[in-house]
């Protein structure tokens, strides 16, 4: 049986977010997505011209997908809350789902050392910044909370702290009590946010 076009793309497109969170970005190839996606290679290199195209749609996709961690963030409750609650979200995922942002790291250092055939390492952080700081400017609205910093800086700050307590949690889970830390971290932002 035949599948369009656009379906065997999104096919093409999970079977390599699932290959990089299972076995990392290096397990990439457009043989072994072919095999994932259970798709002939020809058909893999009829819908993307090569694997740097395919991993640029794979990061998109998980880029629009951002959501996941912060759907439902009570931005009634004002901005403390929003962060903590975002922090609640992205921690509870670390600790679920490992390979999944092990992954993410992976691809982010892909895109990096691949920049100038793949425009992907200038939009990761910057899509990060547009959906937190849509959710932190209007938790901050909703409550007439005042940032001293300006959100752009909150969501790239609070990304620093989440990115460097994963990291170190990944390294060794059970070395120290790396939530404890990050939500200090957290707190510590808040507090220099005056919020």
């Known amino acids: 049986m035949r599948v369009p076009a656009v379906e065997r793309k ?50 998109e996709a998980w880029l629009k997908n951002l959501s996941r961690f912060s759907s439902g963030v009570p931005v009634h409750l004002g901005l403390r809350k929003a962060v903590e609650q975002v922090a609640e979200g992205y921690w509870r995922a670390l600790e679920e789902e490992p390979a999944s942002l092990l992954a993410e790291i992976e691809l982010i250092l892909w895109a990096t050392r691949n920049a100038a055939v793949s425009p992907l390492a200038a939009k990761i952080y910057p899509a990060y910044e ?31 702290v989440y990115d460097g307590a994963a990291l170190q949690y990944m390294t060794d889970p059970k070395a120290a009590d790396h939530s404890t830390q990050f939500f200090m971290m957290v707190d510590a932002l808040l507090i220099k946010a005056g919020v």
């Open 10 to 59: 999104e096919q093409l497109i999970s079977a390599t977010v699932e290959l990089m969170r299972r076995e990392g970005v290096q397990s990439v190839t457009m043989r072994a997505i072919a095999k994932e996606a259970n798709a002939p290679l020809a058909t893999a290199h009829y819908c993307f011209s090569n694997k740097d195209e395919l991993m640029d749609a794979a990061a």
């Open 130 to 160: 547009v959906e937190l700081g849509k959710i932190f400017s209007s938790a901050a609205q909703s409550s007439g909370d005042q940032c001293l910093i300006g959100f752009a800086t909150l969501v790239r700050c609070f990304l620093m």
